[in-house]
């Protein structure tokens, strides 16, 4: 097995970029998620209420900041784009390195096969990793056990439950509620991986993936 395709998401919710080669701590990929919209009181804002948010696409530019579809996060123009694909007048745009950026663990891992399987865009899972060369439905016996990337591990602590958030097109937000319908009469209500890390280093496309036993 190898990685291929690795995936960050510098502003929660939107779209993601696609990357080479990348950092990987304890608190998942360097840059992930650092950006989210909030609503007041502290509430957070996602696609799975706010589906527009799927339309901006989050990405670093050079200088390490995050630009939100080509503008710095920061700037009037992010804003007006976060408000108008949620409705929401007040809308905020909010870094943070709490953990509640994740929604439940730093790394969502996810599999060629299962994809292959289920036959739609992986994107739809909005995976940080994508193992190639992997068998079928093979992730659904992962969990509990360990996986060597490269030279980090990390650790497959569950199936993810899927929500909404699949059911819209990554290029056209035009939804298709059938593709959920799918995951849950198919596969449970529940495909891809949460993942904890254990080890950290770089990780690479290509890098090879070897499925460890627990503990290991």
């Known amino acids: 097995m190898y990685v291929k395709e690795i995936w960050r998401y510098p502003a929660k919710s939107m779209a993601g970029e696609q990357v080479e080669k990348i950092q990987l701590d304890l608190a998942g990929f360097a840059g992930d998620r650092r950006i989210v919209v909030t609503g007041g009181r502290d509430r957070l804002i996602t696609a799975r209420s706010h589906p527009g948010l799927l339309g901006l696409k989050g990405t670093i530019g050079a200088d390490g900041k995050v630009l939100i579809s080509g503008v710095p996060w920061d700037s009037p123009e992010a804003l007006a784009m976060v408000r108008k694909a949620t ?5 905020e745009l909010v870094e943070t ?12 891992v996810a599999t060629d096969g299962a994809i ?6 992986g994107r ?3 995976p940080n990793i994508v193992i190639g060369g992997v068998t079928g439905l093979a992730e659904r016996e992962w969990p509990g056990k360990r996986l060597r990337i490269g030279d980090t591990i990390v650790e497959p602590a569950q199936l993810r439950g899927r929500c909404v958030m699949t059911t819209f097109d990554p290029d ?6 059938t593709v959920l319908k799918r995951i849950v009469s198919e596969l449970g209500g529940v495909m891809a991986l949460d ?9 690479g496309v290509g890098d090879e993936v070897t499925l460890l036993a627990s503990g290991q």
């Open 172 to 177: 056209t937000l035009v939804q298709d509620r």
């Open 195 to 203: 993942t904890a890390v254990i080890t950290g280093g770089l990780i």
């Open 97 to 108: 390195d709490s953990p509640r950026r994740f929604d439940i663990l730093p790394l969502l």
């Open 87 to 91: 409705g929401e007048a007040k809308a």
């Open 124 to 126: 739809r899972l909005r």
């Open 116 to 121: 292959a399987h289920m036959g739609f865009d």
